[in-house]
């Protein structure tokens, strides 16, 4: 059996980042579990259905993302969310590392380490087209 290709939306930010947001539960799995590097950060909207999303660093970069760039990569969350048309949006953010699967849970069921939660107003980086 052929795997499916990974779908995913992606958002290019200034000076190489991206925002990455899985399609359906299978690639939610895949972006957060497989693909995600362990420094990256990880985001999903608190308490109901919606992607999960990767802050992606460029390729050997070391820094850490700014105040800015988490709050951008935080509304993507909500954007694709059932929250997308509530005003403020709790949206839990961890480093990749820090998110698992539980054993014998769903496709795009994961648990968390060390959250921090951020309340965001749902919406796309700004130039994007969903």
Same mark, same amino acid.
């Given at each position: 059996?052929?795997?499916?290709?990974?779908?995913?939306?992606?958002?290019?930010?200034?000076?190489?980042?991206?925002?990455?947001?899985?399609? $359906?539960?299978?690639?939610?799995?895949?972006?957060?579990?497989?693909?995600?590097?362990?420094?990256?950060?990880?985001?999903?909207?608190?308490?109901?259905?919606?992607?999960?999303?990767?802050?992606?660093?460029?390729?050997?970069?070391?820094?850490?993302?700014?105040?800015?760039?988490?709050?951008?990569?935080?509304?993507?969350?909500?954007?694709?969310?059932?929250?997308?048309?509530?005003?403020?949006?709790?949206?839990?953010?961890?480093?990749?590392?820090?998110? $698992?699967?539980?054993?014998?849970?769903?496709?795009?069921?994961?648990?968390?380490?060390?959250?921090?939660?951020?309340?965001?107003?749902?919406?796309?980086?700004?130039?994007?087209?969903?």
């Amino acid at each position: 059996m052929k795997k499916k290709e990974l779908q995913v939306y992606e958002y290019p930010l200034d000076d190489g980042w991206s925002i990455v947001a899985g399609h $359906s539960d299978s690639d939610n799995d895949r972006l957060s579990l497989k693909i995600a590097r362990p420094e990256e950060w990880w985001f999903h909207v608190r308490g109901m259905p919606g992607s999960h999303v990767i802050l992606r660093c460029p390729e050997g970069v070391k820094k850490e993302p700014d105040k800015e760039m988490l709050r951008q990569a935080a509304s993507v969350a909500a954007w694709h969310s059932k929250a997308r048309s509530g005003g403020v949006v709790a949206v839990a953010c961890t480093k990749a590392k820090f998110v $698992s699967k539980p054993r014998g849970a769903k496709p795009g069921t994961v648990s968390l380490r060390k959250e921090t939660v951020l309340k965001v107003r749902p919406g796309l980086p700004t130039g994007s087209r969903n």
